[in-house]
């Protein structure tokens, strides 16, 4: 019988596993608060050039629609840690969290429904395909699946003790899913059945394809991997050095202070995010990278969740951080309370 390989989770996010609302007929009413300040930032989506969404810790879901300048937070009944967030259009999309907690909006984040599920197990990433259906995976092999908005969600997990950590579609019908111990799950029709492929030994702990061929995966150890066939096979990448001919991330460590937890590729570009707020940016799908020069605080930051939206990245991570990465460069930063372009953060910084 192997050996469980836990997930590897930043320092300062501790999943309180043993904490869980109940669900019930009656709503329920948590004491939420403005959690802006408290909240670490654990993942983010954007939907067009203005509208984006981001959530984290204690039940923050935030809001924002000026191209994620500024920042409202969103009422909902929870106030147990929130893991991934995905819209398939201003309206419509899901958050999931610990103990398989869903939420469901219709108008943008101004009213959450809580849905039931068929798993109480914590769910790590989810995937909106549209108005209908959604994927959610997490702990213990858990995929779940919604085709009617989730009103119901079907239980398709998988047979094995894995943990997924992201699940991603290039359409309805052709998919992936990521996890322990360099598990890639490929679909072609339409998650009907899931094929393991041989991808690496790491955790990955993101994956992300630009179209139906050319994807990148990320994880432990800085594990970088790179397919051009659809997830069929893998190849290693390297992360880059910099001026002075040190590694970007070091590689090869199974140390988690090394991993790099989030990638999106979206056309040529390619950005992924990790520990010590590394940050690294790639023009050619992947199959190079340079790292982007971040202000020294950032190196305190653990980096958390990554998006793209035309030729703008977004990362945000602990202390309700967040950054913009436009060709490569820091375009802007700061936190919820406020984003500035990179000269005024700057100065922010050192007054």
């Not at 836990?6 to 009413?29: E, F, Q, R, T």
């Not at 993942?43 to 959530?55: L, R, T």
Request: hydrophobic share 40%; proline share 3%.
């Amino acid at each position: 019988m192997r050996k469980r390989i836990k997930p590897v989770l930043p320092l300062g996010w501790v999943v309180l596993m043993a904490v869980g609302i109940v669900l019930s007929s009656s709503p329920v009413h948590a004491e939420q608060g403005d959690v802006k300040a408290q909240s670490d930032l654990l993942a983010i989506c954007f939907v067009d050039e203005q509208n984006g969404w981001a959530v984290g810790t204690r039940g923050g879901v935030f809001h924002s629609a000026d191209q994620g300048i500024h920042w409202e937070q969103q009422t909902i009944d929870t106030i147990q840690d929130l893991l991934s967030v995905s819209f398939c259009d201003t309206s419509v999309g899901w958050v999931v969290g610990q103990e398989g907690l869903i939420f469901h909006t219709q108008d943008g984040g101004k009213h959450w429904e809580r849905q039931k599920t068929p798993k109480k197990k914590q769910l790590l990433d989810n995937f909106a395909i549209s108005a209908e259906k959604c994927w959610a995976v997490g702990d213990w092999g858990v995929i779940l699946y919604t085709d009617d908005g989730g009103r119901t969600w079907q239980d398709r997990s998988y047979p094995e003790d894995i943990i997924f950590n992201k699940v991603v579609f290039s359409d309805e019908n052709i998919g992936w899913i990521a996890g322990e111990m360099g598990t890639v799950l490929r679909t072609t029709d339409g998650g009907a059945t899931w094929t393991p492929v041989e991808a690496a030994q790491e955790t990955l702990f993101s994956i992300s394809f630009t179209d139906d061929q050319v994807g990148v995966a990320v994880g432990l150890g800085g594990v970088i991997i790179r397919t051009q066939d659809g997830g069929l096979t893998w190849t290693r990448t390297d992360g880059g050095s910099d001026s002075a001919g040190e590694p970007n991330v070091a590689q090869g460590d199974e140390d988690a202070a090394k991993a790099v937890y989030s990638v999106s590729v979206s056309g040529d570009q390619a950005i992924a995010a990790g520990d010590a707020g590394t940050v690294l940016y790639s023009q050619d799908q992947g199959r190079t990278w340079n790292k982007v020069e971040m202000p020294p605080i950032a190196r305190l930051l653990w980096l958390r969740g990554t998006c793209f939206k035309n030729n703008r990245a977004y990362i945000v991570g602990a202390r309700s951080t967040i950054f913009m990465i436009e060709n490569g460069q820091l375009a802007a930063w700061g936190n919820l309370d406020r984003v500035a372009k990179v000269d005024n953060a700057m100065a922010m910084k050192k007054k």
